[in-house]
C-alpha cells in the first residue's frame, strides 16, 4: 500500500516552461487535492476533486490545471510557468470531507528561474 | 471572513510541556485538525476536534472550544523529535483553511 505518490520530487523550470506533477493513491478515496506551502506559509488549495470526472478550482487556481479521468490519478499541470509558481507542492487525498483523515504525498519542490 | 491564526514559532526544553494556540474565526466551522510537519516532509495526521473538551492521544492532547474559536494542542514529555511546525487547519464547510504553522524548537 503506497498511499500518495507524487512524482518528480525536484524539478527545475525556466520561465514559460510548461510540466505536470504527477498524483496518484492506492487507497480509493474520492477526495483528491493539490496545495503549494510557500515558506512561512500555510497550505493553500489549487484544485481539488470530489471524484474521477469532477474537478473544482481552490483558493489560488490561477496558472494551473488539473484532470480526474481516474480514481486513482489527478496530475496538475503548470502552462507557462511563472516565478511566482516557485514552491513547494503536496498532492493530497482522503475518503470523504470532515473527520475523514487528509493523506498527503511527500512533496514536490519546484523552481522556476 | 474566514481566518485562522497561531504563533509563528516557540521554543520549549527536552521533557518539558508545550502548549500551541490556534484561533479561528469562520460561518461554517465543523471541526478542527493538528498535523505534524517536519522539516522537508509532508504533513502527518496528529488529531481532529469536533466537539468541545480535551482529547487526549499518548503524549500529545487537543482542547476545542467552538465559542471561543479557539484550540490548542498539548505536548507532554518533549522529546528532540518532536521539533517540526505544527499545523492547526479548520474544517469550514467542508473545505480546509489552513494556519501558517508553528516551528517548535526543541532544545536539550
Known amino acids: 500500500n503506497a498511499g500518495v505518490t507524487q512524482t518528480p520530487k525536484f524539478r527545475i523550470l525556466k520561465i514559460g516552461q510548461s510540466m505536470t506533477l504527477q498524483c496518484a493513491q492506492d487507497?480509493?478515496?474520492?477526495?483528491m487535492y493539490w496545495y503549494r506551502q510557500d515558506p512561512g506559509m500555510g497550505l493553500k488549495l489549487i484544485y481539488y476533486?470530489?471524484?474521477?470526472?469532477?474537478?473544482d478550482k481552490g483558493e489560488v487556481p490561477n496558472g494551473y490545471n488539473v484532470s480526474r479521468s481516474t480514481t486513482e490519478d489527478f496530475p496538475l499541470r503548470l502552462e507557462l510557468a511563472a516565478p511566482s509558481q516557485t514552491s513547494v507542492y503536496f498532492c493530497?487525498?482522503?475518503?470523504?470531507?470532515?473527520?475523514?483523515?487528509?493523506?498527503f504525498g511527500e512533496g514536490s519542490w519546484l523552481t522556476v528561474v | 471572513g474566514q481566518n485562522i491564526d497561531q504563533p509563528t514559532e516557540m521554543t520549549a526544553t527536552e521533557g518539558a510541556i508545550v502548549q500551541i494556540n490556534c484561533t479561528y474565526q469562520t460561518s461554517g466551522f465543523n471541526g478542527l485538525f493538528w498535523y505534524q510537519q517536519h522539516a522537508g516532509e509532508a504533513p502527518t495526521f496528529l488529531s481532529y476536534n469536533v466537539l468541545d473538551g480535551l482529547e487526549e492521544k499518548g503524549r500529545f492532547s487537543s482542547f476545542l472550544s467552538r465559542s471561543k474559536g479557539y484550540s490548542y494542542l498539548l505536548l507532554k514529555e518533549l522529546q528532540m523529535k518532536d521539533s517540526a511546525s505544527y499545523l492547526c487547519s479548520m474544517d469550514s464547510n467542508y473545505q480546509l483553511i489552513w494556519g501558517a504553522g508553528t516551528k517548535l524548537i526543541i532544545k536539550p
Open positions: 476533486s470530489v471524484g474521477a470526472g469532477i474537478t
Open positions: 493530497a487525498s482522503s475518503y470523504g470531507t470532515g473527520e475523514d483523515t487528509i493523506y
Open positions: 487507497m480509493n478515496h474520492n477526495y
